[in-house]
C-alpha cells in the first residue's frame, strides 16, 4: 500500500534547490520503489524569485516556521539554510512538534548535536544528517549502519572540496595559491568569504561529526586541531613533488587504545596512497577497520545534485523507519570518560628553513634537530647570496620535539625562520 509523506523545505538555495529537483523528478522513481508518495508541501525562503526559479509555486511558501511547526500533514522537514542561526532555532521548533529533520547543516550539527537529539527525543522524531559530511558520498550511513563489527583504527579524509580544487590548481597547473582561489571563486567552489573552506572550519566540522560516529563518543569540534592552506606556497609543493608527495588537506581522525587525535592541516600523502588522486573537488574518506581493513569512498563532496541526492536518502529513510535512530553513544556533549584527545601527534615532518648561507648553518641545524630527538631522513639545500633555503624530512618523530626544534631553530640566528611545516601521512 503507497502511503502519502509530506516533506518541507527550509532555504531554498542552491542545496534545497536541487532537494526539491530530486523529490519532483524523481518522485515516481520513489514512488514505484518504496511505495511512498512524497509531495513537497510547503517551503520557507524570503526570496520568492529563488522560489519560483525552481518552479515552486507562490501558494507552496510558507509564512514562518510556526506554519510547518504546526502543520499536522507535515512528518519531514528538510533544513538547508546554512549556518547556525536561525536553523537552530527552527529545527528545535519542528522537532519538538513531532517531525524529523533531515540536514545538510555541518556547522549547526556539530556544534549543537547534543542539544538537536534532545529535542528530537523530545519530540519523538528523528535528527538526520548524511548531507552534512561529504555531499552525496554515503559515509556518515557506512559508519552507522555498515561498520559496526569493527573498530574503525583511522578515518583520513579529503572533505573540503575548495581547498582540494585550489590545492589541486596548484600542483597541476602551477598556479599561485590566489589565483587558484580566484578561479575557485569564479566557479562557485570558494564563497566570496572563503575562511570556513581555506581555513579548515568546515573541515573540522565535518571531521568532529564523523569521528564522534567512528569512535563512539562525542568529539567536540573545538578539540579538532586545525590549520588551513593559505600559508602553502608553491615552493612547498614542489619541494613535496621532488621527495614523491602530493600536498592535501587532510582531516585525520585516528584512535589508539584509549587515544583519539582529530586533527585538519596540510599533509604531504605519498604519490602512489590512493588519496594523493583525487584531485579537483572531489572527496573521499579513507577508513581503517579491524576487521574490514582499508576502505575508501569518494565523490562528489558538494554541490546540488549531490548533496541533494543524501538529503533525499534521508527524507526516505525517515519516511520508512517506524522509529527513530539516535546516537549510539551518549551524546552530551563531552568526550566519553576514559578518552584522551591526543595532542602530541607522531608523524614524518617536511620543514623548510631560510637561514644565512655560511659555514656551519647547516651543521648547527642539523644539531638542533639531534638534540631534541628528531631525525633527518633528507635534506635539500639551496644556497645563494640572498641566503640559504633548506629543506629537512625527518623520520618518524613526535610534534613537541619537532615544535622545540623550530622554536630553538629561529632562537640561533635572527635571520633563520621556519617558513613551512607540514606532517607527512605514514
Ligand atoms: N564548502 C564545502 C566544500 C562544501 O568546499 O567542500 C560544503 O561542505
Known amino acids: 500500500m503507497n502511503k502519502t509523506v509530506n516533506v518541507a523545505i527550509m532555504g531554498i ?3 534545497g534547490g536541487g532537494t526539491y529537483e530530486i523529490l519532483t523528478q524523481n518522485h515516481d522513481y520513489l514512488l514505484a520503489n518504496h511505495g511512498i508518495d512524497f509531495r513537497v508541501k510547503k517551503v520557507l525562503d524570503k526570496n520568492l524569485e529563488r522560489v519560483k526559479s525552481f518552479g515552486i509555486p507562490e501558494s507552496a511558501v510558507a509564512s514562518g516556521v510556526d506554519e ?6 507535515i512528518s519531514i522537514v528538510v533544513e538547508t539554510m546554512g549556518g547556525v542561526e536561525p536553523a537552530k532555532t527552527f529545527i528545535e521548533k519542528v522537532l519538538l512538534s513531532g517531525k524529523s529533520v533531515v ?3 555541518k556547522e549547526l550539527v556539530s556544534k549543537h548535536w547534543p542539544t538537536l537529539e534532545a529535542a528530537a527525543k523530545k519530540g519523538g522524531a528523528g535528527l538526520y544528517f548524511e548531507a552534512s559530511c561529504v555531499g552525496g558520498v554515503p559515509i556518515i550511513r557506512a559508519l552507522r549502519e555498515s561498520l559496526q563489527a569493527n573498530h574503525v583504527n583511522s578515518l583520513v579524509g579529503i572533505i573540503n572540496g575548495t581547498t582540494n580544487y585550489i590545492l589541486s590548481k596548484m600542483t597541476e ?3 599561485s595559491y590566489a589565483d587558484a582561489l580566484k578561479e575557485a571563486q569564479s566557479l562557485g567552489y570558494a564563497e566570496f568569504n572563503p575562511t570556513a573552506d581555506v581555513e579548515g572550519f568546515d573541515a573540522s566540522y565535518k571531521l568532529s561529526i564523523l569521528s564522534s560516529l567512528a569512535f563512539h563518543t562525542c568529539i567536540p569540534f573545538q578539540h579538532v586541531y586545525r590549520e588551513g592552506i593559505t600559508g602553502i606556497t608553491k615552493a612547498d609543493i614542489k619541494a613535496g613533488k621532488e621527495l614523491g608527495y602530493v600536498i592535501k588537506l587532510l582531516a585525520i581522525g585516528k584512535r589508539s587504545g584509549d587515544t ?5 592541516h596540510p599533509t604531504f600523502v605519498p604519490a602512489d596512497h590512493p588519496l594523493a588522486g583525487v584531485s579537483g573537488s572531489f572527496n573521499a574518506v579513507y577508513v581503517n577497520g579491524d576487521f574490514v581493513d582499508d576502505l575508501m569512498f569518494y565523490g562528489r563532496g ?3 545534485r549531490p548533496t541533494g541526492s543524501a538529503i533525499v536518502s534521508d527524507v526516505v529513510y525517515a519516511a520508512e523507519r517506524t522509529e527513530p535512530i539516535y546516537s549510539d553513544f551518549e551524546n552530551d556533549g563531552k568526550i566519553a570518560a576514559g578518552i584522551t584527545i591526543g595532542k602530541d601527534f607522531t608523524s614524518k615532518y617536511y620543514l623548510s628553513v631560510s637561514a644565512p648561507d655560511a659555514p656551519g648553518v647547516l651543521a648547527a641545524l642539523a644539531g638542533v634537530f639531534a638534540k631534541n630527538n628528531v631525525s633527518i631522513e633528507t635534506v635539500l639545500q639551496r644556497g645563494g647570496s640572498g641566503g640559504a633555503s633548506i629543506s629537512f ?9 619537532v615544535r622545540r626544534s623550530v622554536a630553538e631553530i629561529e632562537k640561533l640566528d635572527d635571520a633563520n625562520k621556519v617558513v613551512s611545516l607540514v606532517r607527512v601521512l605514514s
Open 173 to 175: 597547473e602551477g598556479m
Open 103 to 105: 540536514t545538510a547543516n
Open 260 to 264: 583519539v587525535e582529530v586533527r585538519v
Open 68 to 73: 510547518i511547526a504546526s502543520d499536522k500533514d
Open 302 to 304: 558538494a554541490g546540488a
Open 13 to 15: 538555495g542552491t542545496v
Open 393 to 401: 624530512l625527518t623520520h618518524t618523530a613526535q610534534e613537541s620535539d
